[in-house]
Every structure is written in C-alpha cells, then in structure tokens.
Nanobody, 120 residues
C-alpha cells in the first residue's frame, strides 16, 4: 500500500508563489514516475508536471516557464514550485505516483489533494 500526502497549498494573490510538497510512504519495488495533476471546479483532472525515475520532465504548456518540478523518486518525494500564479491556476493539486509492486503488478497512487486558490 502506497500513501501520498500533499502539503503547501493555500490562498495567494495573482503573481504570487507557492511550493507544494508530496511525501510518500509504503512498500514499493520501483517508481516509474511521480508528478502533479490538478482539477479545477467543473473541469477534468489534468497533468501539470511529471518527472520520471530517469529524470525526464514533462510540463503542461500552461505552466511552462512558471512551475518547476523536483524530487527524489527513490525517497517518494516530489515538489512543485509555482511562480507567477494566475487565477486560472486555482484548483485542487494532486500528487501522483506510477510504479511497480514487489509482485510485479503496476501501481498508481493518488494523494488526497491540496487546495490552491489564486485570487486578489
């Protein structure tokens, strides 16, 4: 069982910054990738940023140049530095893990989410 816990959300003014963190725990054989998704009210969940165990990083176009993902997959940690925040960045940000159990079966885990509100 893998558990992910996010922290760092909150209320921030447009143009401000927040840093999200995700800490994982549990028994897992290997990590393929960890990342962040977000879900705004009335919208589908969408990828924000993702980092693979090999260090390959993908960003959604709408955050390129503003957000930076970092972390250590071996320690089940991932962070998201969010700068130049816009009202449209408002939503629940969820940590995600894709990996493999010791039984060789795939595992996908989600955190509970942390709320980010960008508003003046």
């Amino acid at each position: 069982q893998v558990q992910l816990v996010e922290s760092g959300g909150g209320l921030v003014q447009p143009g401000g910054s927040l840093r999200l963190s995700c800490a994982g725990s549990g028994s897992i054989f290997g990590i393929n990738a960890m990342g962040w998704y977000r879900q705004a009210p009335g919208k589908e969940r969408e990828l924000v940023a993702r980092i693979t165990s090999g260090g390959i990083i993908n960003y959604a176009d709408f955050v390129k140049g503003r957000f930076t993902i970092s972390g250590d997959n071996t320690k089940l940690t991932v962070h998201l530095q969010m700068n130049s925040l816009k009202p449209e960045d408002t939503g629940v940000y969820l940590c995600n893990l894709d990996g493999v159990r010791y039984s060789s079966t795939p595992v996908r885990a989600w955190g509970q989410g942390t709320q980010v509100i960008v508003s003046s």
